[in-house]
């Protein structure tokens, strides 16, 4: 028995633990195999518009969604097994645990089809899923979710402290994270000591702390000679004696700065912390730097400027000086590359947001040291990022002209008993990457490529280019409206791009030439990830930019890498239960 028994007021599918480059014709592709298909959703962020790993199925028939479930259910989409269950308008019951079990001390083989085929003796599933780390490997435990209690009870009770794959395991009904921490705080017997002096044994640090109360273990870490590593762990039999443990230490150590004459053999600056797995103290680590980093920029929030297109000449104190009249300067810096070179851009950062506003207004495109300034309020990388990739990723659905697909886009022929008249192009169904609608009784895409005068994928009209029934420039135009005439020289496409050309232009507008030919180059590469590789890339230098439009071999090499990045970012992405 398994979860595509469980009866569902709608034959809609979830379908998680996806690759990010998973798309919708992709899932339209393995899943309309097993019968017709009214809509797919890949879900993806608002702003960056990045998978978020799962998608929504939805057919026409309960019977072809359960069949679906069945047959597909932890098969590889992509490299990756996904995950499928049937959607749950009413979210409530899978977050509040209920019909939950918490196995532990899984064997690292153990995956989600195997876990599944354990417990599906027991009842219907309504999910399944071993928690992995960002390596993808199994964390040693997991959660099955029955649809009745009843289902639940009768696998912990026959389960519990039974062996499978040679370990013995622990299932216990699943304790919600909220309840767990309400409830008193969690007790600890294991220490660790850090800064130990290289001559302290395990025998000594066990004989050390068994003067507070009974040590179950004790050891110092050593090296692959056996030298001593500095630091080691102590495991007591009570977690009061634990806990006073390190009340005590960690009082002498502020007070007396480890000067008692037995916390003096063990080294000089001995720090003793209570033991924890090294995941939950790397999470621990990278929410403080997250939240000092979310700190520094509320405080420079509004008053932190970037300047661009500095002359190699100007150093901080004259970035201070030509700036200095709008207000109280709190730092000024020009940065510099490993040479000690001027890269050409620096910060300058009021002590408030009116000082800040007045010096934009003032000095974005002032000359100084004969070069006109590009002046704007700091925006964080990732904001940045996420604004790049959302503009060139939103190119490939932006429509072209009526009875054109969208840039990039792939597009589905309807079936022949759709198609009109002779003398007629069949029509074409062109999906949105948000929500993919097919007509009743599609279940295949229909044969793909560029029609006759059409743009292949990922390839885009110069930016200022209007033709009839086109769209120019960011805001398009209207079928009935004349072409414009295009001075010669106003094609950027067609010009050699150069310092010298762009010199003239603000920054933002730079980037955007640069971009809209990076993107048509980078489309003959990877066409998919076109959008998401040139968001990257837009964060190089200008002259870094222009030297990539002009050296393909230079190009496919960034490129490259921007997709090695990718691959990496979706194999490590984590996974939610």
Not at 334 to 347: L, P
Request: proline share 5%; hydrophobic share 35%; with cysteine.
């Amino acid at each position: 028995m398994n979860g595509g028994n469980v009866p569902q007021l709608s034959a809609s599918l979830y379908a998680g633990d996806l690759s990010l480059e998973v798309t919708e014709p992709m899932l339209l592709k393995i899943f309309g195999a097993y019968g017709p298909i009214s809509s797919i959703r890949v879900c993806r962020d608002a702003v960056t518009r990045r998978s978020l790993g799962y998608a929504y199925i939805n057919f026409h028939n309960m019977a072809d969604a359960e069949r679906a479930l069945d047959t597909l259910n932890y098969s590889p989409i992509l490299g990756k097994p996904c995950r499928i269950m049937w959607k749950h308008r009413d979210p409530s019951l899978r977050r509040s645990g209920t019909n939950n079990v918490f196995i532990k001390n899984l064997d690292k083989s153990i995956d989600n089809r195997q876990l599944h085929d354990t417990f599906s003796a027991f009842g219907n599933i309504v999910s399944c899923k071993v928690a992995m780390d960002e390596s993808g490997a199994s964390k040693g435990y997991g959660f099955v979710q029955f649809e009745k209690l009843e289902e639940a009870n009768s696998a912990i009770e026959k389960v519990n402290d039974m062996f499978i794959n040679g370990k013995k395991v622990s299932v216990t009904n699943f304790i919600p994270r909220a309840e767990r921490e309400k409830g008193s705080p969690q007790k600890f017997t294991n220490l660790y000591i850090k800064n130990l002096s290289l001559e302290i044994t395990t025998e000594q640090l066990k004989e050390f702390f068994s003067k507070y109360g009974e040590v179950v273990s004790a050891v110092v870490m050593t090296d692959e000679s056996g030298a001593s590593r500095g630091f080691g762990f102590v495991n007591f039999e009570d977690s009061e004696v634990a806990e006073k443990v390190l009340e005590e230490m960690s009082k002498k150590e502020d007070e007396e700065g480890n000067s008692e004459e037995g916390v003096a053999t063990l080294g000089k600056e001995v720090i003793i912390a209570k033991a924890e797995k090294k995941a939950k103290r790397q999470a621990e680590l990278r929410a403080k730097w997250e939240q000092r980093r979310l700190d520094q920029q509320a405080k420079w929030r509004g008053v932190n400027l970037y300047i661009k297109n500095l002359d190699e000449s100007v150093d901080d104190d004259q970035l201070r000086q030509r700036f200095a009249e709008f207000g109280t300067i709190t730092s000024a810096r020009v940065m510099k590359d490993e040479k000690a070179q001027s890269k050409g851009f620096g910060f300058v950062c009021y002590s408030s947001p009116d000082e800040a506003t007045r010096a934009i207004t003032a000095m974005n495109n002032a000359i100084l040291a004969n070069k006109p300034l590009y002046v704007a309020l700091h925006q964080p990388r990732e904001v940045r990022r996420a604004h790049l990739e959302a503009q060139y990723g939103a190119m490939r659905g932006a429509p072209l002209a009526p009875g054109m697909p969208p840039s990039g886009a792939p597009f589905l022929y309807a079936p022949q008993g759709m198609q009109q008249a002779a003398g007629r192009q069949p029509q074409m169904l062109f999906y949105n990457p948000q929500v993919m609608q097919l007509p009743r009784g599609q279940q295949f895409p229909g044969p793909q490529g560029p029609m006759p005068g059409q743009m292949g994928p990922g390839q885009r009209g110069p930016r200022n280019y209007r033709g009839r029934g086109g769209h120019g420039g960011r805001k398009g135009g209207r079928r009935d409206q004349p072409a414009e005439p295009v001075e010669e020289g106003q094609l950027m496409g067609e010009m050699p791009i150069t310092e010298e050309s762009l010199a003239g232009m603000p920054i933002d507008d730079q980037k955007e030439v640069l971009g809209n030919k990076l993107y048509s180059k980078i489309s003959e590469i990877d066409a998919e990830r076109a959008g998401k590789i040139t968001g990257m890339l837009l964060d190089l230098e200008v002259s870094d930019l222009i030297n990539l439009v002009s050296n393909d071999e230079e190009l496919r090499k960034q490129a490259g890498e921007a997709i090695a990045a990718l691959e990496q970012a979706a194999n490590e992405a984590p996974v939610e239960a």
